[in-house]
C-alpha cells in the first residue's frame, strides 16, 4: 500500500491542480470572458488516432471592437456536432481573442471535469485504502 501512496497521491493532487488549471482559462469563468455571435464556416477534417475522421468546427467571429477572428473547435466528432452557416456562441478573453472558445458545456468543461474528476476519484481511493490500513491495524492490536 506504501507504493500506491506514493503514486496516488501527488498524481491526484496534480490532475485536480491541472483541472484548476483549466478552470482558470476558460473565458466565462475568468472574469474577462466576453460574449459574441460567431458563424460555423468550415469543418476541418482531422484523422484520430485509431484511423477514424473527426471533424472539428471553423469559427468565424467579431469582437467587441469589430475585429475579425477565426478559430478551431476544440472538439472533434463525426459525425459533426455543428454545420456549415450555423450560429453559435463563442466566449473569448478581449486580451486574447484568438484563443476563443464555443460557448458548450463539452468545449468549456469536459476536458476539466474529467481531469478533475480522475484526480478525486484516485484520492478517494487512497483515502480507502489508508482507512481499511487503519481498521486492520486498529484490529490486529
Same mark, same amino acid.
Given at each position: 500500500?506504501?507504493?500506491? !501512496?506514493? *503514486?496516488?497521491? &501527488? ?11 483549466? %478552470? !482558470?482559462?476558460?473565458?466565462? %469563468?475568468?472574469?474577462?470572458?466576453? /460574449?459574441?455571435?460567431?458563424e460555423?464556416?468550415?469543418? /476541418? =477534417? ?7 475522421? #473527426?471533424?472539428?468546427?471553423? *469559427? ?13 473547435? !476544440?472538439?472533434? $466528432?463525426?459525425?459533426?456536432?455543428? =454545420?456549415?452557416g ?7 478573453? &478581449? ?5 476563443? *472558445?464555443?460557448?458548450?458545456?463539452? #468545449? =468549456? %468543461?469536459l ?20 482507512? $481499511? ?9
Amino acid at each position: 500500500m506504501g507504493c500506491l !501512496s506514493l *503514486v496516488f497521491v &501527488p498524481a491526484g493532487i496534480a490532475l485536480l491542480a491541472i483541472a484548476a488549471w483549466m %478552470l !482558470s482559462r476558460d473565458p466565462a %469563468l475568468s472574469g474577462a470572458g466576453m /460574449e459574441a455571435r460567431g458563424e460555423v464556416v468550415d469543418l /476541418e =477534417r482531422s484523422a484520430t488516432g485509431n484511423g477514424k475522421v #473527426a471533424y472539428y468546427p471553423v *469559427v468565424t467571429f467579431r469582437d467587441d471592437t469589430g475585429t475579425a477572428h477565426r478559430f478551431t473547435g !476544440s472538439m472533434g $466528432s463525426n459525425p459533426p456536432d455543428y =454545420r456549415r452557416g450555423e450560429v453559435v456562441t463563442v466566449r473569448y478573453d &478581449p486580451a486574447a481573442p484568438d484563443n476563443a *472558445v464555443i460557448d458548450s458545456w463539452a #468545449a =468549456r %468543461l469536459l476536458a476539466p471535469g474529467l481531469t478533475g474528476g480522475m484526480g478525486l476519484l484516485l484520492l478517494w481511493l487512497e483515502a480507502r485504502a489508508l482507512r $481499511s490500513a487503519w481498521r486492520a491495524r486498529r484490529r490486529g492490536a
